[in-house]
């Protein structure tokens, strides 16, 4: 590898691009496995973000890797009501509609009220402590390997389509990563502390979700347009969080002085 392309300044432009890129690509990789390990017992909850984030650091790599090999992923391979589809798109279209199912199973398992028999199987029906359900622990990280593809891919894919420079590309998608490893556990924290953001991240999956799908069938949608929006919906959800901190603050206060005294009084 020579190091010293990294002299150029249109090299270091070229990195600090495909850096910011890699990050955006990369964000929607960790909130689908925060997500889903949020959903395994606390004691697996950090080996199962461990893993999710290897995974997405070995296929990345193994991709890079194979850089010539995904050059040809995006030659036509058959064509659909006049579309043509190449590997990279029927890699995105599937990877796109798995991610609205899953997102969307998780919205609908977070919503629907549990029936009596459900909860008399959880042992809350006989007066015994309700024992949560939890999925079993490889079945998570199956699910996170599926996307860690997808998402490697587009993100690989992208690296290569602005930069010629194995070197660059390599810095670039490792710097993307390491960001995701040190962002992962303060992430998960805000979550569980929380969980009233999950549904909104889940509502951002399935966005995402549509976008690699419409992707795939080469209708682009501006990333500034999704991104935007979500950062919108973030400022909006964290003034509501803020709002409800004020509200407790308040009634707390009320409580403990119900006449509206001062201390001083």
């Known amino acids: 590898m020579d190091l010293s392309v990294f002299l150029e300044p249109a090299a ?35 080996m199962g973000r461990r893993l999710g984030l290897l995974g997405a650091v070995i296929t990345r790599i193994m991709l ?22 190449s590997g990279r798109d029927l890699v995105l ?47 998570v990280i199956g699910q996170i390997a599926v996307l860690d593809i ?11 389509g602005l930069s010629r420079q194995i070197e660059i590309m390599v810095v670039a998608v490792l710097l993307s990563v390491a960001i995701m490893v040190a962002l992962a556990e303060p992430l998960a924290r805000f979550v569980n502390k929380n969980p009233n953001v999950v549904m909104l ?5 399935v966005m995402i979700g549509m976008a690699l799908v ?18 919108f919906s973030v400022a909006v959800e964290a003034l509501n969080m803020l709002s ?9 206060r009320g409580i403990r002085d119900p006449e509206g005294r001062s201390e001083a009084d």
């Open 93 to 139: 279209i599937l990877g796109g509609l798995f991610l609205i199912w899953k997102a969307t199973m998780e919205i609908h398992e977070r919503v629907t009220p549990k029936s009596a028999d459900e909860m008399e199987d959880e042992g809350t029906g006989a007066g015994e402590p309700a024992k949560k359900k939890y999925p079993a622990f490889w079945a």
């Open 12 to 46: 270091l432009l070229a990195l600090a691009g495909l850096v910011a890129l890699e990050l955006v690509l990369a964000v929607d990789n960790l909130i689908f496995i925060t997500i889903l390990t949020g959903r395994l017992p606390p004691e697996q909850q950090k």
């Open 244 to 252: 409800r901190r004020a509200q407790l603050s308040r009634t707390f």
């Open 64 to 85: 890079l890797l194979s850089a010539a090999w995904l050059i040809t992923l995006t030659a036509p391979w058959f064509t659909v009501f006049g579309v043509e589809i």
């Open 214 to 231: 419409a992707e795939g069938f080469d209708v682009e949608i501006p990333k500034i347009m999704i991104y935007g929006a979500m950062g």
């Open 150 to 160: 997808v998402f490697s891919l587009d993100s690989v894919i992208t690296a290569i």
């Open 201 to 205: 991240a889940l509502s951002f999956l």
